[in-house]
């Protein structure tokens, strides 16, 4: 594999301004790589200019791969910081000095994270957090694959906020979805988190790497409020005379502290919350599979390394006759309300198949109480066959 | 305007800012007119300084009052922050401030490795011996006997030689003085400003509200004094036996001087 080449723009191609073309720094064309190596070629795509990060399993490969990487490519900053801590907070830092940044780790790092997560949340920093999460809780089995970062993602940090969680299942994705984790950050000036998995992020198979990569990117200031007065006010860097107030506690439109004032926290959260809610379709990716078919007798419901069971298994189930789809989901937060309510309208019934105790499941709920689940928590993948054994079983019911 | 006068400085102030939020007697509004004359003295327009700072009284002293780029974080990251910073940006002059709570406590693994690290910002140790914004519990650097809120008995633990912690961390300007030694302090701010490295300064500064009334250490202008004789200059500090530099706090540049 060709190991060389600098980013250049391309010709820009969009009506948006904000949206620019790059060109790819692998080779276009077919690659074999690791789901973590993809992970950080993904993010050196999209113009990743910052990484800061602390060795855990299953994430340290995406750490290792990009400190190679960056190496070889001119303006790029790597460093192996203290802790998760330190890692997160470098990177907000780094946000605010104008770089695209991403740290990676798994579920106990992700936890010490959350500290600074809120403070991203709060002072609006784009940001990617990658999540390849493994068999919990506290050191669980650092190996083992589980998808049970999902709630931890979603309401780990305190406070009230709303944020973007996407969910890769192939090694394309883990390519793919870093790009589009970067352009959302900067988009919605939120952080995004992958949340991956250890056997998406351990699997190697082959992917596909497009000549062009096309991301959002930051405006400037323009004189205008960086906390306010738009919906996602322009991201201004510091060294530019802006004399920005960045501050974690609650802020006016320029960045005054104003910590007791009701109208500045109500405002601050109203629009901290509207900016991704209001933005659902825009954010949400969700993909269906036989679900246009006519009505199902069952709708699976998958999201990662899962998805790919469930894939197999509707494969193997329509082999037998029976009219069975997936809905996958790409995003997880905000959570794909409009999505799940169509493909779910026209199931009988309804199966939320994942490697946490339910923690989609519930989700699924609120729209369809009715909703089934199926669970692994035993750091086991969820296999296609015993997938199709839970379909056939509970329709024998 | 002559620079580092009381006029050129307040050019430095957020007006909106003003008044500042300290007690009657911090020795906090004292450091910060000493980090402004050092800046404004200093070959670099206000416009290339980055303030960093945590959470605690100390963080306030740059956030929001200088009319600069600030960042003010969570409690004790205040040097990871600046170090993603810095390393985006060199041409930043990256300050961090910070309490001996944020920095010692909450933020001390931090401290250690961003002194191993050598990277060039300067860290200023606004140290109180005290939590003041919470209410006046034990820190890191409270004496022995001192009482807190949380140590209502007299402190039993023995408190941290900042200067000594980071020095064996590997800074490479290691100072220390007091809000009493305003001017000696102006000169080694300024001399870490221009340093090529990690540059740390503790600075001493009473504070009267929180750690004063609890210890009976008398008014504001009291307190100030008992750190002019508190302080021992290092050069006399060497020709004295430990016996009689016991409670005594080593002040001038410890590491990196000239």
């Known amino acids: ?397 | 305007m002559k620079p580092g006068s009381n006029a050129s400085i307040r050019r430095l102030l957020r007006n909106e800012a003003l008044p500042t939020p300290f007690c009657p007697g911090c020795g906090h509004g004292i450091l910060l007119g000493a980090i402004l004359r050092a800046i404004d003295e200093s070959p670099w327009p206000l416009e290339r300084y980055l303030f960093v700072s945590g959470i605690g009284c100390a963080g306030w002293i740059p956030s929001p009052h200088i009319a600069a780029d600030t960042l003010h974080v969570t409690h004790g990251r205040a040097l990871a922050f600046a170090t993603g910073a810095r390393l985006v940006n060199p041409e930043l002059k990256v300050v961090v401030i910070g309490g001996d709570g944020d920095l010692a406590s909450i933020g001390g693994n931090h401290l250690i490795h961003a002194a191993r690290r050598n990277l060039e910002m300067t860290v200023i140790c606004a140290n109180n011996e005290t939590y003041g914004m919470t209410g006046g519990q034990v820190t890191p650097t409270t004496p022995v006997g001192a009482r807190t809120a949380t140590t209502p008995q007299g402190n039993t633990e023995r408190p941290f030689d900042l200067c000594r912690l980071v020095e064996a961390a590997g800074a490479t300007y290691v100072a220390r003085y007091s809000v009493w030694h305003t001017r000696l302090l102006i000169r080694s701010l300024r001399r870490a400003l221009a340093h090529p490295g990690f540059a740390f300064i503790e600075v001493l500064s009473p504070c009267p509200t929180q750690a004063g009334r609890r210890n009976r250490q008398g008014s504001p202008a009291d307190m100030l004094r008992a750190l002019r004789t508190q302080c021992v200059p290092l050069t006399r500090a060497r020709q004295m036996r430990p016996e009689e530099l016991v409670g005594k706090m080593v002040i001038g540049e410890l590491v990196g001087g000239e």
């Open chain 1, 1 to 397: 594999m060709a190991r060389l080449g600098t980013q250049r723009r391309v010709a820009n191609m969009s009506a948006t301004p904000e949206i620019i073309s790059l060109s790819s720094v692998l080779p276009p064309g077919p690659a074999f790589l690791q789901g973590d190596e993809a992970c950080a070629e993904g993010a050196i795509a999209a113009g990743c200019t910052f990484y800061a990060g602390y060795p855990i399993t299953p994430a340290s490969e995406i750490m290792e791969h990009i400190c190679r990487r960056f190496a070889e490519l001119p303006g790029r900053v790597f460093i192996q910081m203290e802790d998760e801590i330190a890692s997160i907070g470098s990177c907000i830092g780094a946000s605010w000095a104008g770089a695209l940044a991403m740290t990676a780790t798994s579920g106990p790092g992700f936890t010490l994270m959350l500290e600074n997560l809120g403070y991203a949340l709060i002072t609006e920093t784009p940001l990617v957090i990658v999540d390849v999460q493994r068999a919990g809780p506290s050191t669980g089995q650092a190996t083992r694959p589980a998808q049970g970062d999902v709630m931890q993602a979603r309401f780990g940090a305190h406070g009230d906020y709303e944020l973007i969680a996407l969910a890769p299942w192939s090694v394309q994705e883990m390519y793919s979805e870093t790009i589009r984790a970067f352009s959302l950050a900067e988009r919605f000036r939120v952080p995004v988190i992958l949340l991956a998995d250890e056997a998406v992020g351990h699997l190697r198979e082959s992917l596909m790497i497009e000549p062009t990569v096309r991301v959002y990117r930051r405006r400037r200031l323009g004189g205008r409020p960086p906390f306010g007065d738009a919906e996602v006010p322009p991201m201004p860097a510091f060294g530019q005379g802006e004399k920005l107030l960045v501050t974690g506690s609650t802020h006016d439109a320029w960045g005054f502290r104003r910590t007791s004032s009701a109208s500045a926290q109500a405002t601050l959260v109203e629009r901290l919350v509207r900016k991704v809610q209001a933005h659902e379709d825009e954010i949400c990716r969700t993909v269906a599979y036989h679900c246009e078919e006519g009505p199902l007798d069952v709708l699976l419901i998958a999201y990662g390394f899962t998805a790919r069971s469930a894939l197999r298994a509707v494969a193997m189930a329509r082999g037998r006759g029976r009219r069975v789809g997936l809905l996958r989901l790409a995003t997880l937060w905000p959570f794909p309300s409009r999505e799940v309510a169509r493909h779910t309208a026209g199931a009988r019934r309804v199966i939320v198949a994942e490697m946490n105790r339910g923690q989609v499941l519930r989700e699924v709920q609120r729209i369809v109480p009715a909703a089934e689940g199926y669970q692994r928590t035993d750091g086991e993948i969820i296999e296609p066959d015993e997938l199709l054994a839970v379909i056939e079983e509970r329709e024998r019911r």
